[in-house]
């Protein structure tokens, strides 16, 4: 009786870990952007979490995948514009400092980034105003705390 028990708590624990396992990770984008913007301070496991950063942070659907909200098709834009040949990060800082407001919500992308609200969606607005906001974006160090790490 206690070793079917047992047998069957070993069966949790390796489901658990094949479960894991096979998790499938955050894609790409989002592993890079979550730091950068620093949306992974507090949650210490941000890398298993998808609601850390939405799909709808850059993408029309819940799920991902085509098409790209306004932000999502700024990123696109963007590294266009560098011929393809700034990686992810550059191209995100770079979006950020043209202090543009993708979805045309009245708060520039960085002031979204800033407020943890969504700049691909003019539904989702800081609730502070533009003015608050501002000052308080510039007195944490403003895009530069968007900055790409340095290479060591
Ligand atoms: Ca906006």
């Known amino acids: 009786m206690r070793g079917a028990r047992l047998k069957g708590r070993a069966a949790l624990c390796l489901l658990a870990l094949v479960t894991l396992g096979s998790a499938p990770a955050l894609p790409k984008y989002r592993l890079q952007a979550i730091p950068q913007l620093h949306y992974d301070e507090g949650q210490e496991l941000w ?3 998808r609601r850390v950063m939405a799909c709808s942070y850059c993408h029309v659907k819940d799920t991902g995948g085509a098409p790209w909200n306004p932000f999502g098709q700024a990123i696109q834009a963007e590294f266009q514009a560098s011929g393809g040949k700034a990686k992810f990060p550059q191209v995100l800082h770079s979006l950020l ?4 407001d993708s979805d045309a919500d009245g708060y520039p992308d960085a002031l979204e980034v800033f407020a943890r609200t969504l700049p691909g969606d003019p539904a989702s607005r800081p609730e502070e105003s533009l003015t608050e906001l501002r000052v308080a974006f510039e ?9 790409p ?3 060591r």
């Open 139 to 147: 007195a944490s160090g403003g895009t530069e705390r968007y900055a």
């Open 47 to 49: 890398q298993l979490d």
């Open 149 to 151: 790490a340095a290479r």
């Open 97 to 100: 400092k043209a202090d543009r």
